[in-house]
């Protein structure tokens, strides 16, 4: 029976937008699979994510922010590639049917879907405990995708915007809730945990310019870990250059180092620049702040030193969701 | 920290497949995303199914069949759309790290997956209550999707293979549970419940025959529904007809009706064929048998009549996860 709570009218009452709303579409949401158009001479870029209530996500999180942040934060693994946006699928498992609840859940995914031009083009809803699984489809010119591989001992380490705000918002938010308060989505320091922001500007930016790049979803130490892996190379942070968000002023020392370390979920985008390559000109292109941190080495040691070149001692931590 | 149990390392151990299984694939699993080529003139098909433990499946299901289902019954979304495979991204939620679990989820999923030529390029691995979402993508001669809309008045209503397989299969699971008997992934009567089978031959053969497509996943009678209230027409099915499934000779005469009309999870092919095109030439080229079970009707009602034309009084029932 295709009753008014039914998983067939959840998708199409909340999800389904205006019909035409990208060129690329050509079926949406409602049948056995939706069509897309890929330019020809371009690659197909795909890349999933899935946040489970819990463990990413307390469940009286603002259901508009997790609406966003589910999305952005597979866009940013678009923008870590280079990719343009093409559409995407969601999945979303949940305890029951809460009108309110997936009203508020839908308007911030498809706000971000609408502002970023990536159509939801497919879904799925199931009863369960609750977790969303985006799937998402990017194009990219054929051989230009950003990789993780391909830096060079010699190249500067790059990052773009600021270090630890999402970290910190989750301390806030962590002292509010043990203040017996709700979570407040609207409140200045919980932006960047709230409504995290994907690169895909810079990301397209750095096409045939960077020579390996990341995102950083699970701190700085362990995505620049995972990135000189994948080059074969060593890396040398600076600590004394590092970005650290505004929120992080006048917290103490320890919290402001485990934040810009260690913190995840900052979808700031961390890449290797030949010598070569004029960091202003990109900066000043993609309209985004970008700051040398470090240099790629020979070896494979992750290592920080402070402002006199000696090395700090630091965990190398970040998000593992089955380790931790 | 990236141990041995990290998120990381558990894609790459049980799901990373040796590089360069399909030229399609230029970048696979272990980067920000993954990167596939797209046929020239094609169109990418996208589509996403999630089963989620105690709703889907029991948490004792046997893992290697549950590897097998879940990209199965994804496949089955690209048959009812005429596509051929290009690849499969999947997001696991796992309650704990159960190696042997993995080792044989891995195995299904991986083994169905070459047979079909569907790389898995893509994975996500998450610590919470279980769940499997995959999604699913193809490519498909650009305008020759098979679509749900489009059938007319008077065409052919087809069926492919036998219905209430997969049902019959529960049934009979179920009874050896209440019987305190494990379940047995190699018992031949659970066969199309552990093992279904897409149709992607028969979907490809549609492609410029068949006037609309649907795959039969929540049942017989909820399915033609969807298929026909997106062509605006009704069906009238002849009871007499169906192909039964040969699990349920012998059965009583309500558990066959109830699993032929109403069983979830045989994904079969079920379509609209104009009367001019000749339905034995298209079983011979697909290699599969196909059945005329009535036929497209003016009006929006579905009716199920016996041998004399005579209404059968069925409830429209099928597998909704959230009214159910």
């Known amino acids: 029976m295709t009753g008014p709570d039914s998983e067939f009218d959840l998708i199409r009452r909340y999800f389904a937008e205006p019909a035409g709303t990208s060129p690329d579409v050509r079926l949406g949401i409602g049948d056995d699979a939706a069509l897309l158009g890929v330019q020809a001479g371009h690659e197909l870029v795909v890349s999933v994510d899935t946040m489970v209530e819990g463990t990413h996500y307390f469940p009286d999180h603002p259901p508009a922010s997790l609406g966003h942040k589910a999305l952005a934060a597979n866009l940013s693994d678009l923008a870590a590639m280079g990719a343009d946006p093409l559409g995407a699928v969601l999945s979303l498992t949940l305890p029951s049917v809460d009108h309110d609840w997936l009203a508020a859940f839908s308007r911030g995914f498809l706000a971000l879907a609408e502002q970023a031009s990536v159509p939801l083009v497919g879904g799925d809803t199931t009863r369960g405990p609750g977790a969303i699984s985006v799937t998402v489809l990017g194009q990219v010119p054929a ?134 390559e004029p960091l202003e000109l990109l900066s000043l292109s993609v309209r985004t702040s970008l700051t040398v941190i470090g240099e790629f080495t020979s070896g494979s040691d992750i290592e920080v030193v402070d402002a006199h070149g000696a090395r700090l001692d630091v965990a190398r931590r970040g998000h593992d969701h089955f380790a931790g």
Chains 1, 2 share one sequence.
């Not at 397209?204 to 310019?209: D, K, M, P």
């Not at 362990?222 to 890396?235: E, P, T, Y």
């Not at 600076?238 to 968000?245: A, E, G, R, T």
Request: hydrophobic share 40%; with cysteine; glycine share 12%.
């Open 143 to 276: 051989g230009q995708a950003l990789r993780r591989a391909g830096a060079r001992p010699g190249d500067r380490l790059v990052v773009s915007g600021a270090l630890g705000g999402a970290a910190a918002g989750l301390a806030f938010e962590k002292q509010r809730r043990a203040q017996g308060r709700p979570p407040d989505e609207e409140s200045p320091d919980c932006a960047r945990l709230f409504w995290p922001s994907a690169r895909l500007a810079l990301g397209r930016g750095l096409r045939n310019r960077a020579r390996a790049v990341i995102d950083i979803s699970d701190g700085l130490l362990a995505d620049l870990g995972h990135l000189a892996a994948a080059c074969g190379c060593g890396a040398r942070v600076d600590w004394s250059q590092l970005p650290v968000d505004p929120l992080l002023e006048g917290q103490p020392e320890e919290m402001v180092r485990d934040c810009v370390l260690a913190g995840g979920e900052d979808y700031e985008l961390l890449f290797a620049l030949p010598p070569t």
